[in-house]
């Protein structure tokens, strides 16, 4: 039994603006996340939680907090951008989104090993700042984790589009 009808192509629609729409909002807060990390307050905000951090605690032994800060935020608006190109490029928004998958599960990391994350009452009691800020980074990284797959996919089609009529012109 096939879904023919208005409501298949209501769910297929309301499917496909909902892929677009969690793309794009992706984009936005890498974009504007990444942008923030130019203003020296968010600089500041992010070096203790990078100092706690055996993944990137070394990089702030090279680097001073603020140009660790203009580093990742040039790495997130150029990941954000790569992620948005998908429709013309999806190599790149594929690279983009294993990015924000390295990012995001960095940023997940920090549960592990920021002081303040749980209260008092220990796990699964998450402080409101830094425990349930940095949870929400499990939605961006599943987020991030789908786009890449899709990215692919995309690749995936187009070379197996490019292959088929390279075949036909040969015939």
């Keep these: 039994m096939t879904a023919d009808g208005p409501r298949a192509h209501a769910d297929t629609g309301l499917a496909r603006f909902g892929a677009e729409f969690v793309r794009y909002s992706l984009v936005i807060v890498l974009i504007w ?67 924000a998958v390295v990012l995001f599960a960095v940023t997940l990391s920090f549960l592990l090993t920021t002081p303040g994350v749980y209260t008092a ?17 499990l939605v961006l990284l599943a987020v991030a984790v789908w786009l890449l797959g899709e990215s692919l996919a995309a690749v995936r089609a187009r070379r197996s589009v490019g292959a088929g009529q390279v075949q036909a012109s040969t015939r």
């Design 33 to 99: 996340v990444g942008a923030l990390k130019f203003a020296s307050y968010e600089a500041e905000a992010i070096a203790p939680l990078a100092m706690e951090s055996p993944l990137l605690s070394w990089l702030l032994d090279i680097f001073s907090v603020e140009t660790f800060a203009l580093l990742l935020g040039i790495a997130e608006i150029l990941a954000g951008v790569a992620i948005a190109l998908r429709p013309v490029q999806p190599l790149l928004s594929a690279l983009g989104s294993a990015f």
């Design 121 to 137: 009452d220990g796990f699964p009691q998450l402080s409101p700042m830094p425990g349930q800020f940095l949870a929400k980074d």
